[in-house]
């Protein structure tokens, strides 16, 4: 038997240059650092980090964990920290304001091994209902921030943060948007440490006990490690000055990338001064310089106006009065993520250079894709159903997952949506002013992220709601991370190790236990695509008094398919004979397996799963399945 070849980022080779991937990079600078322990809750554009650590931690030596939420990645990572552990967490931006009442007195309390939170943002909500700057974090709670402009950023701020960390006993912020995440790049590879910190707690509760006389302490303690931060920041590398023309462009982040492809490709080089922000808070002798160099500023960031405030804060109390044009004066959108045309049009604007020449690409009309479930989801089948029963005039109250997706035609049962958990209790809220039962969803892995407490407090209450938790056995959206399971068979700590027999265990009711457990007897679990029982459990639930629930369990068709070789299940037919063109089967699932060709309703045989929804919805048996040798219904 071969020996295993270690993970690519634990290849060494100081002084090379590879292409990696943003997040990759991250974890490579974590590396380079000794980072001891890991914790996060998947999130995109941040999953791959924690996906990473997850493939190799175990034989490096690194504890690592999927945590139930972020609040508690965040905790318990800050509390490896205090045994000297350096540390790190990982999640998007919704995640760190999830986990904001420890984050806000962490910086108080202070770290011992250096930590590292990575805060991934993402400016034109790809997949989130919001949009955060985070760099906020920076005066508002006392955080060293980095932000990195390349996949080298990357690496090079993520391994320089651990050290900043202790040297301050400030936890650090690392902010990478979409664009640094899910980009590659050429990075230097450094080298790993010998030696990493001895692990131990010693108790010293005035230190780590902020009860209020503590916390006074520790307040101007505070001040004093985060001017500290300032000073080792000043002379980092992270605020490189290039050109020398009296016109000055200050940026951070990818917009300092875009800044800074846009001067070479205009050949501005000895036009502009180009200043890169590369972390928080900014040391004031470097915005002095810059400011002192320069006739005017353009300031180049997505988002708030953070850093052109901060200059012109700077710029005011030292006398310097220019024009420093940015978001306040109109080059610049508050909203969205920045594109290298639309730096260009700003600086050609600025520098009175005429408008960019425009190209057009001749592009055929194309349909709206709007996302869709997968064929064979199970979440179609429990939409379809729960619609059947409870109809049209039911508020339903959604959350956030793969059933997000629920949303509009033709499933139609997303009236409701705001952030983890929340269905639930917008659920209550609708029943007790309507007097009406509302229904909510919620997926496995939402259900103990942020569910149970919610939960609770419906019970309390006695709402008349009917929560429906959508169990797929897996956190699905954000790439297949493990979710809760029945047995300790599959630990937390080796996620990667699911099988096929895992996916499709019997009995899987540790989410039913757990909502017995809080005092909900009216609950039930049932397959989805089991018809009869699945109504019966449905109509059962409308009739109910208070609060009920019913877990949908069923495993996720696209994990089920990676996970098992051997699982094969015919796809389905419509016969043109028996087909009237009721377009029953495409009004009620909006299945993307199904479509019409030549006028007529036909399936996609490579795209069907074989789930056989369609064959149970059509009244006139004209959907059958291919009979396949070697298949099993399964």
């Given at each position: ?8 980022l ?6 090379q240059r590879?292409?990696?991937?943003g997040?990759l990079a ?7 650092a000794?980072?001891?322990?890991f ?10 980090i ?5 493939q ?10 999927y945590?139930?939420?972020e609040k508690?990645a ?6 490896a920290?205090?045994?000297?552990a ?15 009442d ?5 910086p ?36 060293p ?28 912020i ?15 590879l450094?080298?790993?440490?010998e030696?990493k910190?001895k ?5 010293n509760?005035?230190?780590?006990v902020p ?15 985060y ?6 920041l ?7 000055r ?20 846009v001067?070479a490709?205009?050949g501005?080089?000895?036009a502009v ?7 928080y ?12 160099s320069?006739?005017?500023?353009l300031?180049?960031e ?10 012109s ?8 009065l ?12 508050i ?9 260009e ?7 009175k250079l ?7 690409v001749a ?7 709007p ?9 179609r ?10 109809g ?19 499933l139609?049962?997303c009236d409701?949506?705001l ?9 209550s809220?609708?029943?007790r002013t ?12 939402t259900f ?20 429906i ?10 790439g ?29 009711l ?17 397959d ?14 409308k ?6 629930a019913i877990v ?8 089920e ?11 389905y037919?419509?016969s ?7 377009t ?11 479509m ?21 919805i ?10 396949v040798?070697?298949?099993c219904r399964?």
């Amino acid at each position: 038997m071969s020996e295993r070849r270690p993970h690519e980022l634990l290849q060494t080779g100081e002084g090379q240059r590879v292409c990696m991937l943003g997040n990759l990079a991250i974890v490579r600078g974590a590396l380079e650092a000794g980072v001891q322990f890991f914790a996060c809750y998947p999130g995109t554009p941040s999953s791959e980090i924690g996906d990473t650590f997850a493939q190799f931690a175990e034989d490096e030596g690194i504890f690592f964990e999927y945590s139930i939420n972020e609040k508690i990645a965040v905790e318990i990572s800050f509390a490896a920290s205090l045994t000297g552990a350096r540390s790190m967490c990982a999640m998007k931006h919704l995640g760190l304001s999830y986990a904001g009442d420890p984050v806000a007195t962490m910086p108080y309390v202070g770290v011992e091994g250096g930590m590292v939170i990575v805060s991934a943002g993402e400016p034109s909500l790809l997949t989130s209902p919001n949009e955060q700057d985070h760099r906020h974090f920076n005066r508002f709670l006392y955080y060293p921030i980095f932000d990195p402009a390349s996949p080298q950023d990357a690496l090079r701020m993520t391994k320089y943060a651990f050290e900043l960390s202790e040297s301050t006993r400030l936890p650090v912020i690392l902010r990478p948007t979409t664009r640094i995440c899910h980009s590659s790049g050429m990075v230097e590879l450094g080298t790993f440490p010998e030696q990493k910190n001895k692990l131990a707690f010693n108790k010293n509760p005035t230190r780590y006990v902020p009860i209020p006389g503590n916390a006074r302490r520790m307040r101007k303690e505070l001040t004093l490690r985060y001017q500290h931060a300032e000073k080792l920041l000043q002379s980092s590398a992270f605020f490189p000055r290039t050109g020398s023309g009296p016109k000055g462009i200050i940026a951070g982040g990818i917009a300092y990338a875009y800044a800074a492809q846009v001067i070479a490709d205009l050949g501005l080089e000895d036009a502009v001064t180009l200043q890169k922000i590369g972390a928080y808070p900014i040391p004031e002798s470097i915005l002095l310089d810059f400011l002192a160099s320069v006739e005017s500023v353009l300031v180049v960031e997505e988002l708030t106006p953070f850093i052109e405030e901060w200059i012109s804060l700077t710029a005011f109390r030292s006398g310097r009065l220019l024009p420093i044009l940015g978001k306040h004066t109109g080059y610049f959108p508050i909203e969205f993520e920045y594109t290298p045309d639309l730096v260009e049009d700003a600086v050609r604007r600025y520098l009175k250079l005429g408008e960019r020449q425009q190209r057009t690409v001749a592009v055929p009309e194309l349909p709206a894709r709007p996302p869709v479930l997968c064929p064979g989801c199970s979440h179609r089948a429990s939409f379809s159903l729960v619609n059947r029963v409870f109809g049209k005039r039911t508020v339903y109250s959604n959350d956030i997952g793969c059933y997000t997706l629920g949303y509009g035609e033709p499933l139609n049962t997303c009236d409701i949506l705001l952030c983890m958990g929340s269905s639930i209790s917008q659920a209550s809220a609708i029943s007790r002013t309507t007097k009406k039962r509302t229904v909510a969803f919620i997926g496995d892995s939402t259900f103990f992220h942020s569910g149970l407490p919610v939960l609770v407090n419906a019970l309390q209450a006695n709402d008349d709601i009917t929560v429906i938790i959508l169990d797929n056995h897996v956190t699905a959206m954000t790439g297949f991370q493990p979710s809760w399971v029945t047995d300790n068979e599959t630990t937390n700590n080796k996620p990667l190790n699911v099988t096929a027999e895992d996916v499709d265990r019997p009995g899987r009711l540790i989410i039913e236990n757990a909502v017995r457990g809080l005092g909900i007897s009216d609950v039930t679990t049932v397959d989805p695509f089991c018809e009869a029982q699945a109504l019966a459990a449905l109509k059962h639930a409308k009739l109910g008094k208070g609060v009920n629930a019913i877990v949908f369990s069923s495993p996720c068709v696209v994990y089920e398919r990676r996970v098992s070789s051997n699982r094969k299940r015919p796809a389905y037919v419509v016969s043109d004979e028996l087909c009237n063109g009721c377009t029953l089967c495409v009004r009620s699932l909006g299945c993307p397996a199904i479509m019409v060709t030549d006028g007529k309703y036909v399936i996609d045989q490579a795209l069907c799963d074989g789930c056989d929804l369609c064959a149970q919805i059509c009244k006139h048996g004209a959907i059958t399945a291919v009979e396949v040798e070697g298949a099993c219904r399964s």
